[in-house]
Nanobody, 118 residues
Framework: QVQLVESGGGLAQTGGSLRLSCATS????????VGWYRQAPGKERELVAF???????VYADSVKGRFTITRDTAKDTVDLQMTSLKPEDTAVYYC????????????WGQGTQVTVSS
């Protein structure tokens, strides 16, 4: 099993910044990707960004150039630096991890609320 614990959500103004952190633990040797996903009220959960074990990153078009995902292998954390925030970034942000051989995320954190005021 893999455990994921998010921190760092909160309230920001339009144009502001927030940093989210995901602490990972457990059977990490089989984890292929760790990423951030979000779900706004009334909408489906969507990909924000993920990072592969080899270090490659993938971003949703809506956050490219504004959000940066990074990994600290010494601390087993995956952070999401969010800048130039917009009201449409308001959502619950979840950390998700996917094992090798899986086609979808199979571990989720509890989520952290991000609210961007206009």
């Amino acid at each position: 099993q893999v455990q994921l614990v998010e921190s760092g959500g909160g309230l920001a103004q339009t144009g502001g910044s927030l940093r989210l952190s995901c602490a990972t633990s457990g059977r990490l040797f089989n984890v292929y990707t760790v990423g951030w996903y979000r779900q706004a009220p009334g909408k489906e959960r969507e990909l924000v960004a993920f990072i592969r074990k080899g270090g490659n990153t993938v971003y949703a078009d809506s956050v490219k150039g504004r959000f940066t995902i990074t990994r600290d292998t010494a601390k087993d954390t995956v952070d999401l630096q969010m800048t130039s925030l917009k009201p449409e970034d308001t959502a619950v942000y979840y950390c998700g991890a996917m094992d090798y051989g899986n086609m979808q995320v199979n571990y989720w954190g509890q989520g952290t609320q991000v609210t961007v005021s206009s």
